[in-house]
């Protein structure tokens, strides 16, 4: 039943349900992020994860909403070429701003942070080349397989594990995949 309605949804109202999913799961992301971080008797920092929700709501599904879409109108198709292309655009142009707007416009000056751009001038590039070994493949496979009314909702499925990992990386790490690795096995060892 949910199959159907969900699709109908979408289909009717595709700007809105991808956007509602998509800040959802990169929401949801975070929360799951606190939890394999707590110690026993903390308590999760709601506040964050409205933080995260604000952000992914208000720019991020909107941004890839439209980014997509207008990536899909410049690159029409399938064709290995263009699908290449598209990947290569998602990656060189979309992946710095939405990385810029999560450290700098979204998270910082939520937090009240004095220096919007200490976060961003720090993490950035570890950021962006961690992605650059989870996104392509994840755009790759949603440019083939999904249909484009799909796609946003689609990126923030994938964005569920990318949010645990970037907001992991904004409150206490560097940005680098090792820094996550290191906090997950150090877990796994004190549980």
């Not at 929401?27 to 026993?40: E, K, T, V, Y």
């Not at 200490?118 to 080349?129: E, H, L, P, R, V």
């Amino acid at each position: 039943m949910a199959g159907p309605l969900l699709r109908s949804g979408v289909r009717r109202f595709p700007w809105l349900c991808n956007v509602l999913l998509y800040g959802s799961l990169f929401s949801a992301g975070d929360a799951a992020q606190q939890l394999l971080q707590r110690r026993p008797g903390q308590e999760p920092d709601w506040a964050q994860t409205r933080h995260v929700a604000l952000v992914a709501l208000s720019f991020h599904g909107n941004f890839n909403y439209v980014w997509l879409r207008g990536l899909e109108r410049a690159l029409p198709g399938r064709a290995p070429g263009a699908v290449l292309a598209k990947v290569l655009c998602d990656q060189l142009v979309g992946a710095p701003v939405a990385i810029l707007a999560f450290y700098t416009a979204g998270m910082s000056i939520l937090q009240g942070k004095e220096n919007i751009f200490s976060d961003c001038k720090k993490k950035f590039w570890n950021t962006y080349k961690t992605g650059l070994m989870y996104w392509p493949f994840v755009q790759l496979s949603n440019f083939v397989l999904v249909p484009v009314y799909l796609r946003t909702a689609y990126t923030g499925l994938c964005g569920f594990l990318w949010a645990i990992f970037i907001c992991f990386s904004q409150q206490s790490g560097d940005g680098t995949a090792k820094s996550a690795f290191l906090w997950f096995q150090r877990e796994k060892v004190v549980r």
